[in-house]
């Protein structure tokens, strides 16, 4: 069971966004809730302003903003949580949400791949397989009379 009391999100071992640059919002969910539905802002939505932060490092900042480009609006990203019915469990459903979109936008690129060329004797190995598979082939085939 969660903490009441958060210090913060906690994205990585090195990163952790404070309580204070979060803001939630609640609403109305769509899907089950039966009555409750109708009364109860199980809905959530966590929004953060990426651009302002204080805890990253304009390093972080600068590749946190170019890969969640698509997600961002104005610097500002907003996580959308309605999938349990009630709202506790949305809001961790949006903190961990949260962490795991900003752990993946802020992991390094993985190093370049360099461009090799098949051996030749993996070549060779190669030609070798198809010439015997067109060989089997062949001999499946009618016999002609020539």
């Known amino acids: 069971m969660p903490t009441p009391h958060r210090p913060g999100l906690r994205v990585s071992a090195a990163l952790t966004i404070p309580?204070?640059?979060?803001?939630?919002?609640?609403?109305?969910?769509?899907?089950p809730?039966?009555?409750?539905?109708?009364?109860?802002d199980s809905r959530v939505e966590l929004v953060w302003d990426a651009?302002?932060?204080?805890v990253l490092s304009p390093h972080q900042r600068e590749r946190?903003?170019?890969r969640l480009d698509g997600?961002?609006?104005n610097g500002v990203l907003t996580i959308a949580a309605?999938?349990?019915?009630?709202?506790l469990r949305n809001r961790d459903a949006a903190r961990e949400r949260l962490a795991t979109l900003?752990?993946?936008?802020?992991?390094?690129?993985a190093p370049q791949r360099r461009a090799t060329k098949p051996s030749r004797g993996s070549k060779e190995r190669r030609l070798?397989?198809?010439?015997?598979?067109t060989d089997v082939k062949q001999m499946r085939k009618r016999p002609r009379d020539v």
Do not use: I
């Open 19 to 31: 309580e204070s640059e979060l803001s939630w919002r609640f609403s109305r969910s769509s899907g």
């Open 33 to 40: 809730g039966g009555q409750g539905v109708n009364t109860a």
């Open 51 to 54: 651009a302002q932060s204080a």
């Open 64 to 66: 946190l903003l170019d």
């Open 71 to 73: 997600r961002l609006v």
């Open 82 to 87: 309605s999938e349990h019915r009630a709202q």
């Open 102 to 109: 900003v752990a993946e936008a802020l992991r390094p690129p």
């Open 128 to 133: 070798t397989a198809k010439k015997r598979r």
